[in-house]
């Protein structure tokens, strides 16, 4: 077990008063909460979960100690309550898709299966992590989306929101798809790649940009990546580095990795210019990193551009998810002692699924996409030994037919905790991205184009179908 | 000292690679970076400076244990240098304004003295710490404008950044204006005010709602704040808190906060009729909590409507800054070894402003009112006792007099640390609330209004602008 930094208080105020309460009255029924998100970030097509080990650690670390205890006592908490957290053990069951994996709106996500206060105590800590992690996974997945193939890296940390927003956001954004980050504490945490070269300040501190240029590829020849922007990109800069990579080669020096870095101006005609006068030097193998507030939007426009760039790093853009910062999971209960529950809303977009379900992924047999998601009852049966109709949960009438051996399937749920001990183990940062790279390949290129993607189908199986409708009849409120 | 976490690694790579740089080179010169930012987040007037204490607390913290010398030693670093790390401890100076004040684009507003060495390797944790917490508490102090004087609760943590952005964002939400937080590790870590109510999911455990709000306020007669909205808020939710209520005075409770809270919906209607329904029953003094996706300008909206609302909770458009989820404040070298130092831009608003500075505060002598900031080079005395002429720095035929006797100096940015030592007593996030409400005070009401305010002049000294204009010229490539 990895001894995580004591975070227990890390939730809602809210969470603890109903954990009183439910303690005061004696209920220790089991409940049945669903993690869920309704729209995915940015208009994307599809959202990249995130955040799985996280919880883990959080839930194998939550324990109240005597400070958090004597803290709680002065907010007013009664003894008996203290008392029970003081014992305080998760004791229930988690389910989860793993994480990497291509996920949809509406579908349970991650489902807990506990007495009530255990399960309401999870609630906030773990959509924290959640919400965080699949924001920047998914924000990464459309950002390399745009890139075509050329590396990303994440350059954020300086902009998100605090050290665990930069160092767990890089962490994510390598699961969605970047190649490394510059967070060093993310590399040595989790084991990815690390990278990065120097800033203006380097060339400043020298009395020639030459002098900067040349110490530097000294020190680093094979990531000898020179910024060229400080006095002047085309003027001053990309000649200088010119003048020290054909030194380096004078020298017999065969470098890994060495080019330049652009980090203003206009991306598309110096890199363009740049590629020129490289090229000209002798040295097409010169790499060209570019940087500056990209997003997906920009890269995409670059590439449209004919920009001759070789690898982008990514700040701020990626690492705040900037032009849709929120990831909007939410953890609802849908079981509460055996009896299916639902949430009533004047909107039937946000009316919860009742009851005890999971989630089942339908692939083509042939092409080996996916079809659509099925949210099924825990206990119904679905086999692929027969035909499948799937139906739109609010348009009954439009419906599509699969037949029997045109299609396969695949439950997504795997236990994490079984009675409050973990039994899944968590696969490296690396696996995961490869992971979540064979999940995307399993989404046709029409679920991942940036805009206006395909809406996946996630549909209700019949038997959730009409248990939902007997609810909204039974709990409806005549208006 | 407060024991952090290790964070010494929380840094981008090209950090580290330039700190070897220079440790190979010898170069230990001193260096003067200045941290300051360019524009003000979602358009406002001004920003509210926050997220010192943590770099105090970074700063102290900051040694390499012998696991991050062996992770750095896989990633190349050489011997020498890790031996310097090693041994590394922080002896440089730190200058900064106080957590909580006013601040405006392009002044510095924190500045580090030290070997260019130490004072590269602070960048990137620095600029995480204030980047974020000045980004919330700037976006606290307009949702708390916007309120016009209702309190503000901050709810956000389910949707922050991961822990550290939903525990130190509420700390600075707590800076910026709002009256306390649901989060309880905010509340234990820096003795906020904590609060909250309960879930949808506590309603829905019980087997009717009235039996739900009877159980929460026998459990918090002091704080039976009833969430209306499970069922249907006007016709099931208002009439059974009403019956609670009745119950709870008949029975001669006299709570010292009660009503009810409005999750969804119409807020402007629903908080009208459900003022008249409670009003109606005699309950003139149970409060109206709103909540649900709200931001200043929702609750600009909702002002302007009547809404009956006493107590807004704000969560993810605050804790994420949804619309401008970045601040961008910066750390640039202004000096080396002594000589004042620019970087040059196409774009002049993106250069640098030379020399070691100092930020002082102009106030008008009668209303106590700021009338600019002047940036001046450290050594310069700005003295009250004569006129003061203020240009701006781009269009130098605006000018502004400002007569001797008419004026008050203050000098902002004060010591914190001296040669490596800390010099400085972080107050209490109270204080510093406090203190954040006098600086807004002192802003006249058009740099505080939302939407197009007043720019406050920051100018520089005539011997800063001199020296600028003089660095341009020998700095400048022919093009």
Same mark, same amino acid.
């Given at each position: 077990m990895i001894r995580?930094?004591?975070?227990?208080?890390?939730?809602? /105020?809210?969470?603890?008063?109903?954990?009183?309460?439910?303690?005061?009255?004696?209920?220790?029924? %089991?409940?049945? /909460? $669903?993690?869920?998100?309704?729209?995915n970030p940015c208009d994307n097509g599809y959202a990249v979960f995130a955040g799985l080990e996280q919880? +883990? %650690? /959080?839930?194998?670390? *939550?324990?109240?100690?005597?400070?958090? +205890?004597?803290?709680?006592r002065t907010q007013g908490f009664k003894e008996r309550f203290l008392d029970y957290l003081r014992d305080f053990k998760f004791t229930g069951d988690i389910y989860s898709v793993p994480e990497g994996s291509v996920v949809f709106p509406k579908e349970p996500l991650f489902k807990v299966e506990a007495p009530i206060l255990q399960a309401q105590l999870l609630?906030?800590?773990?959509? !924290?992590?959640?919400?965080?992690?699949?924001?920047?996974?998914?924000?990464?997945?459309?950002?390399?989306?745009?890139?075509?193939?050329?590396?990303?890296?994440? /350059?954020? *940390?300086r902009r998100a929101h605090g050290p665990d927003a930069g160092t767990y956001?890089?962490?994510?954004?390598? +699961?969605?798809?970047? @190649?490394?980050?510059? !967070?060093?504490?993310?590399?040595?945490k989790f084991g990815v790649k690390v990278s990065g070269t120097h800033a203006h300040s380097w060339v400043m501190s020298f009395e020639s940009e030459l002098e900067a240029f040349r110490t530097y590829a000294d020190n680093f020849p094979d990531s000898a990546i020179l910024l060229v922007d400080t006095y002047d990109t085309l003027k001053s800069g990309v000649p200088n580095a010119i003048k020290v990579f054909k030194e380096m080669k004078d020298k017999g020096i065969d470098s890994e990795l060495f080019g330049i870095r652009l980090d203003s101006? $206009?991306?598309?005609?110096? @890199?363009?210019?740049?590629?020129?006068?490289? $090229?000209?030097?002798?040295?097409?193998?010169?790499?060209?990193?570019?940087? !500056?507030?990209?997003? %997906?939007?920009?890269?995409?426009?670059?590439?449209?551009?004919?920009?001759?760039? $070789?690898?982008?790093?990514?700040?701020?853009?990626?690492?705040?998810?900037y032009d849709c910062p929120a990831f909007g999971a939410v953890y609802k209960m849908s079981e509460y002692n055996d009896q299916p529950k639902i949430k009533l809303s004047d909107n039937i977009e946000k009316m919860t699924d009742p009851g005890n379900k999971k989630l089942i992924r339908i692939y083509d047999q042939r092409s080996g996409e996916i079809r659509a998601d099925l949210i099924a009852l825990k206990d119904e049966v679905i086999s692929a030994d027969r035909d499948l109709v799937l139906f739109d949960a609010r348009d009954t009438w439009k419906t599509t037919t699969l037949k029997k051996g045109n299609y396969q399937l695949r439950e997504m749920m795997k236990p994490i905790f079984k009675t409050g001990k973990l039994v899944y183990d968590s696969p490296q940062v690396a696996e995961i991205k490869e992971y979540a790279e064979k999940e995307k390949e399993s989404l046709g290129a029409e679920y991942k184009r940036l805009t206006n993607p395909h809406i996946m189908k996630v549909d209700l199986s019949d038997k959730l179908y009409e248990l939902k409708q007997k609810l909204i009849k039974e709990n409806k409120i005549e208006k």
């Amino acid at each position: 077990m990895i001894r995580m930094r004591d975070l227990s208080l890390l939730t809602d /105020f809210y969470q603890l008063t109903m954990a009183q309460g439910y303690c005061e009255k004696g209920k220790t029924e %089991e409940a049945v /909460f $669903d993690l869920f998100y309704r729209e995915n970030p940015c208009d994307n097509g599809y959202a990249v979960f995130a955040g799985l080990e996280q919880v +883990i %650690e /959080f839930v194998e670390n *939550l324990e109240f100690k005597e400070e958090d +205890i004597e803290y709680l006592r002065t907010q007013g908490f009664k003894e008996r309550f203290l008392d029970y957290l003081r014992d305080f053990k998760f004791t229930g069951d988690i389910y989860s898709v793993p994480e990497g994996s291509v996920v949809f709106p509406k579908e349970p996500l991650f489902k807990v299966e506990a007495p009530i206060l255990q399960a309401q105590l999870l609630e906030t800590p773990l959509l !924290n992590f959640i919400n965080h992690q699949a924001l920047i996974a998914t924000k990464a997945a459309r950002i390399t989306e745009a890139a075509q193939g050329k590396s990303v890296l994440e /350059f954020g *940390l300086r902009r998100a929101h605090g050290p665990d927003a930069g160092t767990y956001g890089a962490r994510a954004a390598v +699961i969605g798809g970047c @190649s490394g980050t510059s !967070n060093v504490l993310t590399g040595k945490k989790f084991g990815v790649k690390v990278s990065g070269t120097h800033a203006h300040s380097w060339v400043m501190s020298f009395e020639s940009e030459l002098e900067a240029f040349r110490t530097y590829a000294d020190n680093f020849p094979d990531s000898a990546i020179l910024l060229v922007d400080t006095y002047d990109t085309l003027k001053s800069g990309v000649p200088n580095a010119i003048k020290v990579f054909k030194e380096m080669k004078d020298k017999g020096i065969d470098s890994e990795l060495f080019g330049i870095r652009l980090d203003s101006g $206009d991306l598309a005609y110096l @890199s363009k210019e740049a590629r020129k006068m490289l $090229d000209q030097a002798g040295l097409e193998d010169a790499v060209i990193v570019a940087s !500056n507030n990209l997003d %997906e939007d920009i890269i995409s426009s670059l590439n449209l551009q004919g920009a001759q760039i $070789d690898l982008y790093g990514v700040g701020t853009k990626l690492i705040t998810s900037y032009d849709c910062p929120a990831f909007g999971a939410v953890y609802k209960m849908s079981e509460y002692n055996d009896q299916p529950k639902i949430k009533l809303s004047d909107n039937i977009e946000k009316m919860t699924d009742p009851g005890n379900k999971k989630l089942i992924r339908i692939y083509d047999q042939r092409s080996g996409e996916i079809r659509a998601d099925l949210i099924a009852l825990k206990d119904e049966v679905i086999s692929a030994d027969r035909d499948l109709v799937l139906f739109d949960a609010r348009d009954t009438w439009k419906t599509t037919t699969l037949k029997k051996g045109n299609y396969q399937l695949r439950e997504m749920m795997k236990p994490i905790f079984k009675t409050g001990k973990l039994v899944y183990d968590s696969p490296q940062v690396a696996e995961i991205k490869e992971y979540a790279e064979k999940e995307k390949e399993s989404l046709g290129a029409e679920y991942k184009r940036l805009t206006n993607p395909h809406i996946m189908k996630v549909d209700l199986s019949d038997k959730l179908y009409e248990l939902k409708q007997k609810l909204i009849k039974e709990n409806k409120i005549e208006k």
